[in-house]
């Protein structure tokens, strides 16, 4: 059997907010998230809500390159 792509592929989620903060202040850490997503379903970057420790609130988490 010939393996092609993947369809379930693991991505890594990354605070949004944390990373335009970073620039201007010395940055405590920048959160990050590890899930999974179907090609198929959303070919597109994944976007989510989550908690981050770093700002102490729910924020806007996106895909990253690995």
């Known amino acids: 059997m010939d393996k092609g792509k993947d369809v379930r592929v693991t991505v890594i989620l990354e605070c949004t907010s944390c990373v335009r903060n970073s620039v201007d202040k010395v940055s405590r850490g920048i959160s990050r998230y590890s ?4 090609r198929h379903n959303t070919p597109n970057r994944l976007e989510l809500k989550k908690f981050c420790p770093y700002c102490y609130k729910h924020s806007i988490h996106g895909e990253i390159k690995k």
């Open 35 to 38: 899930t999974q997503k179907n």
